[in-house]
């Protein structure tokens, strides 16, 4: 089952513009991570937050965490075509001793150069 | 350090028939974990092995195998294979870090059930 959902499900940006994804979970959560999925192919890890922060920076990338809401969001700043994917956001339910993930339905990115 | 791998990358098969998958994790990982990922389903965890033990498990039936070697290298297995069990199958490996774990992806194996 699903932890989370994702919004929107599909975006359609220019390039240079900023892209802001949300996601809404429903449990007690250890951490939130998102990841980048490229046509069909693997994930890739962007950046975890832990419960007990609420904004985290990476470069392009800007994400917050609100668990009160039990929501987080991922800013992508200045995008290129290269950023056109697919988006995940996925929790970790338990006490971060497992490897076990949630992920949420994604958020379809495209970025029109 | 080289990536996650998995083999085979893709793979046709019958229903009916049985399947196994290959995964190596990064060296030094001891934490692998499989996924299905589907148009209508998304993505769903399926277990995750640690240690040559399963440590997790999703809600799958018990078609639905894997086990660990004592070098890390994780294999699952889907017995008599049905039509929905055509998907993209990834793995992770993570390690732990600050009370948390990152996972990395391999590239997966898309498995076609005709």
């Known amino acids: 089952s699903q932890q989370g959902e994702e919004d929107p499900q599909a975006l359609s940006i220019q390039e240079g513009e900023n892209a802001t994804m949300n996601c809404s979970y429903k449990?007690?959560?250890?951490?939130l991570q998102w990841y980048r999925q490229n046509s069909g192919r693997g994930l890739v890890h962007l950046i975890l937050?832990?419960?007990?922060?609420r904004e985290k920076h990476s470069g392009r990338l800007r994400v917050t965490l609100d668990t009160s809401k039990k929501s987080s969001s991922l800013l992508i700043t200045a995008s290129r075509a290269a950023d056109t994917a697919s988006y995940f956001c996925?929790?970790?339910?338990?006490?971060?001793?497992?490897?076990?993930?949630?992920f949420g339905q994604g958020t379809t990115l495209q970025v029109k150069p | 350090k080289a990536g996650v791998t998995q083999t085979p990358r893709y793979l046709i098969k019958t229903r009916g028939q049985q399947v196994t998958l290959s995964c190596s994790p990064i060296?030094?990982?001891?934490?692998v974990s499989w996924y299905q990922q589907t148009p209508g389903q998304g993505l769903q965890f399926l277990f995750e092995?640690?240690?040559?033990?399963?440590?997790n498990k999703g809600n799958f039936p018990g078609r639905f195998s894997g086990r660990q070697f004592s070098n890390s290298r994780s294999e699952m297995n889907v017995s008599t294979l049905e039509l929905g069990d055509s998907a993209l199958y990834l793995c992770?490996?993570?390690?732990?870090?600050?009370?948390?774990?990152?996972?990395?992806f391999g590239p997966g194996t898309r498995l076609t059930v005709t």
């Open positions: 992770a490996s993570s390690f732990r870090t600050s009370g948390s774990y990152e996972q990395y």
């Open positions: 092995y640690f240690s040559e033990t399963q440590r």
């Open positions: 996925a929790t970790d339910p338990g006490s971060g001793n497992t490897g076990k993930l949630i």
């Open positions: 449990t007690s959560i250890n951490n």
């Open positions: 060296s030094g990982h001891r934490s």
């Open positions: 937050i832990r419960s007990n922060e």
